[in-house]
């Protein structure tokens, strides 16, 4: 049995959403399906513990989404029409340190600068000149992340007439925090930050994170939705079905119909087979997708594109239903912050970078704390609280990935020590329930999540920018005549951007013979 629209998407991560809603605007038919019982890929909200605790079970923070047009200027109507909303947390952060100091992040830039002079007047002033020059590329930055390549000029390109930034985009994380920077506790709090895209701080191209990452943050907090993460894939869920298109989760694509060369449309799982008219949308991982049709149809370049392209660092997170939030330590008293966390010394982040891509553990010398209910508490019976900790680790810790299975017991005590010496006030007797996931049981959550990446592969040089995720494919096209690709796997990459999802969008709509801005920023059309 069979059925045809004009536009078919294999999976249900925001990013593909967001494409298929720009598809739908246009007026197309389009179908939307997904492996996981719920829509969203990584961005959903789930009660993972106990009921009536809401997690958000990958992304949390959504503050590189923001200057995307997609929310700036609401082109799909996502906050005035489909209820998305978001609040903006302060303190932005708060970090606490190998010898027991701690450092908390304001939104006042006036205050934020305070606190850095606590460990050197001479970072603070650097910090403000260091957010004085990115706010002067933040357009031509936004406006590479935020097109399809080739539509704008490459970065370098657009960064000419402003040669430092030339050699800091080229630069590691790790080399621009050491020269801008004298202090270790301001170093170890940027690279915290750095490194929160799972990007190790000494890949060449890292630089820019050491900028950008604390510009967003010091620019609008690590915002967060109302609700949980999950909210901006039901309001792309409602947009969609009122644009008529058709979502149906629990159908896992696990085959491309090749008709003449072409990609006509899919095969689920159950042996159904949905056609497609004009186009097919991919958001499964490129290492995934081209297991799905003969490799003479990608062609030796691409899949050597594939084979060579770096998935990136694995993660391992742990959720707690909590009666308290954590109080972390910090000058005369404690301090509670919505993104927290601990970290070592400069030199220990550098080094737990390394041994993670080279198949040890992270040891707890970088954690992410993520206490959504400070500033949303529906997301938790009144009174209570979720925690979220998050940090990296190898998909092979050494006797390879089925060794999880016993190991992560032992690495989810050793993070759980390293919060509760930063936060001791989260005894178990606060823990009401935990649940802990290993890269394998990231990846066995959600598919996309090739080997618990959770970022969509690597951002370094050789995976970014036209090279991703195949030097000669980055414009969402494949080798495939009528399949596109879209995803964290694609330009300018993984977190909670929308970026690879218009950016599709655009390319396709393109070459449906669309005017991209007209479509996007005009009311919705009639039905194609």
Same mark, same amino acid.
């Given at each position: 049995m069979s059925q045809t629209f004009d536009v078919v998407v294999a999976g249900a991560g925001h990013? &593909?959403?967001?494409?298929?809603?720009?598809?739908?605007?246009?007026?197309?038919?389009?179908? +939307?399906? *997904?492996? $996981?019982?719920?829509? !969203?890929?990584?961005? +959903?909200?789930? #009660?993972?513990?106990?009921? /009536?605790?809401?997690?958000?079970?990958? &992304?949390? !923070?959504?503050?590189?989404?923001?200057?995307?047009?997609?929310? $700036?200027? *609401? #082109?799909? /109507?996502?906050? $005035?029409?489909? !209820?998305? #909303?978001? +609040?903006?947390?302060?303190?932005?952060?708060h970090v606490v340190f190998p010898d027991g100091e701690s450092f908390t992040h304001w939104l006042d830039l006036d205050r934020a600068c305070d606190e850095i002079a606590r460990f050197s007047q001479r970072d603070a002033d650097a910090y403000r000149r260091n957010l004085d020059e990115f706010a002067q590329i933040r357009a031509p930055l936004g406006r590479y992340r935020f097109n399809p390549i080739g539509y704008a000029p490459p970065l370098d390109e657009l960064l000419s007439d402003k040669p430092r930034w030339l050699r800091r985009i080229a630069m590691t994380a790790w080399d621009v925090v050491r020269h801008e920077y004298e202090d270790p506790h301001v170093q170890a709090y940027i690279l915290w930050q750095a490194f929160q895209t799972a990007q190790a701080i000494d890949s060449p191209g890292s630089g820019l994170l050491a900028y950008s990452i604390v510009a967003g943050r010091q620019a609008q907090s690590w915002t967060l939705p109302l609700g949980g993460s999950g909210e901006l894939a039901h309001a792309l869920v409602r947009c969609l079905e009122d644009k008529g298109a058709t979502i149906v989760c629990g159908k896992r694509v696990v085959e491309l119909v090749i008709e003449d060369g072409r990609c006509s449309g899919v095969v689920t799982e159950d042996g159904e087979r949905y056609l497609a008219r004009r186009a097919v949308v991919s958001t499964i991982h490129v290492k995934q997708l081209v297991e799905m049709a003969p490799s003479e149809a990608w062609g030796d370049d691409f899949l050597y594109g594939i084979d060579t392209f770096d998935a990136g660092m694995s993660s391992f997170a742990q959720y707690y239903a909590t009666t308290e939030a954590p109080q972390f330590v910090a000058p005369g008293g404690t301090q509670t912050a919505v993104s927290a966390g601990v970290v070592g010394w400069p030199e220990d982040v550098l080094a737990a970078g390394r041994d993670v891509r080279e198949g040890r553990l992270l040891h707890a010398r970088w954690m992410l704390v993520a206490t959504p209910t400070l500033v949303d508490p529906d997301r938790a019976p009144e009174g209570h609280h979720t925690v979220k900790l998050l940090t990296m680790c190898p998909w092979d810790p050494g006797e390879g990935p089925e060794q999880w299975e016993t190991l992560k017991q032992e690495v989810a005590e050793e993070n759980y020590q390293a919060l509760l010496r930063a936060a001791p006030n989260m005894t178990r007797d606060t823990i009401l329930s935990?649940?802990?996931? &290993?890269? +394998?049981?990231?990846?066995?959550?959600? #598919?996309?999540?090739?080997? !618990?990446?959770?970022h969509g592969g690597d951002r370094s040089y050789a995976n970014d920018g036209l090279r991703r995720p195949a030097p000669g494919w980055a414009q969402h096209r494949m080798p495939i005549a009528g399949l596109y690709q879209t995803g964290a796997t694609t330009h300018p990459g993984g977190s909670i951007t929308g970026g690879p999802g218009r950016n599709c969008a655009v390319v396709l709509l393109d070459d449906l013979g669309h005017d991209p801005q007209e479509v996007m920023a005009g009311a919705a059309a009639s039905r194609a």
């Open positions: 990013n &593909s959403l967001i494409t298929a809603a720009y598809l739908a605007k246009a007026g197309y038919e389009v179908l +939307v399906l *997904d492996a $996981r019982p719920v829509a !969203g890929g990584g961005a +959903v909200t789930e #009660e993972l513990t106990l009921p /009536g605790f809401k997690f958000d079970s990958c &992304s949390t !923070g959504h503050t590189l989404i923001q200057p995307n047009p997609v929310l $700036r200027d *609401d #082109e799909l /109507g996502l906050k $005035r029409d489909y !209820g998305l #909303e978001y +609040v903006q947390p302060d303190p932005i952060a935990e649940y802990v996931k &290993s890269p +394998v049981d990231i990846e066995h959550h959600n #598919e996309h999540m090739w080997h !618990g990446t959770i």
